[in-house]
């Protein structure tokens, strides 16, 4: 089974992958949750203090926006082997993208950075398919744009299981699903998707109709901020064909949009009921 738990984290992004074989990934570094009140809510201490996570094979930050690093004061705890990140961004670019009261965020990731500059052969990879018990994880990067917004620098991860696929992309904007969809191997990779998670928080400036011309999922997470302000909420509704969600205290129900706001922490698993041949997709949130 792959595991999935896309955080409630209030205004940012947070999500944690666990491979068949037990490989342990995050992809973006956001705090607090809703559900709990609590501002300072840490993902990551709550992976090694409550689900026994004592080491992280990769941390994925999609872009270097506060709110998707700030947890990034804990990045040491679970000691992570590989990150994966926008290495095309300068310093200067970082700093003119985040508001000034992020400057200590951001000066950490800046420092985490600096020190994972070693490349890393597939045989060591927890994203090649022979180290993670089958499950395909790919990254994409898009560079092309105005550096001036680094939202059009977030990169997508597209995640493959048992028969079932999933994206997670980080605040990317219209631009950048046009450079991505402009790559074949993105648009063939991305086929077939089951679970989209709404980039930028669900924000109309994140909405491509073209991607959609590609992909038709069955629901569309949102991490949307404390406003509850995804405008594009009802366009994603409408390419949405609707899945059958477990609601964690009872009951299922049929959705095409869950957002972590409204749901909480949304889990997914990707499994077989029969090796190779009948597969699973369970969605569970509150």
Not at 255 to 264: E, P, Q, V
Request: net charge negative; proline share 3%; aromatic share 8%.
């Amino acid at each position: 089974m792959l595991y999935l738990r896309l955080w409630d984290v209030q205004v940012g992004n947070a999500a944690y992958i666990k491979t068949p074989n037990g490989k342990h990934i995050v992809q973006d570094l956001g705090t607090g949750a809703y559900e709990t009140g609590l501002a300072a809510f840490s993902p990551l201490f709550f992976l090694k203090n409550r689900m026994n996570v004592n080491q992280l094979d990769e941390v994925i930050i999609t872009h270097p926006h506060g709110d998707h690093i700030r947890d990034i004061m804990n990045f040491d705890t679970l000691n992570p082997q590989i990150l994966s990140r926008p290495k095309h961004l300068t310093q200067k670019e970082i700093h003119s993208g985040n508001r000034l009261e992020d400057r200590e965020l951001v000066d950490k990731y800046i420092e985490i950075s600096n020190r994972y500059n070693e490349d890393i052969s597939a045989h060591e990879s927890p994203l090649h398919v022979q180290n993670n018990g089958g499950a395909i994880i790919q990254v994409f990067m898009p560079t092309l744009s105005n550096n001036s917004n680094i939202n059009y620098h977030s990169s997508v991860t597209v995640i493959e299981y048992a028969n079932s696929k999933v994206i997670l992309p980080g605040d990317n904007d219209r631009e950048s699903w046009q450079e991505l969809l402009g790559q074949k191997r993105f648009k063939e990779t991305i086929e077939g998707t089951d679970v989209f998670m709404a980039s930028h928080h669900g924000l109309e400036a994140g909405f491509c109709k073209e991607l959609f011309d590609v992909i038709h999922p069955k629901l569309v997470v949102i991490s949307n901020g404390r406003f509850n302000d995804a405008s594009a909420q009802q366009r994603y509704s409408e390419v949405a064909s609707g899945w059958e969600v477990h609601k964690r205290y009872g009951g299922i129900v049929e959705k095409k949009c869950l957002s972590t706001r409204n749901d909480g922490n949304i889990e997914i698993a990707l499994g077989w009921i029969v090796e190779g041949k009948k597969s699973y997709l369970s969605v569970t949130a509150d």
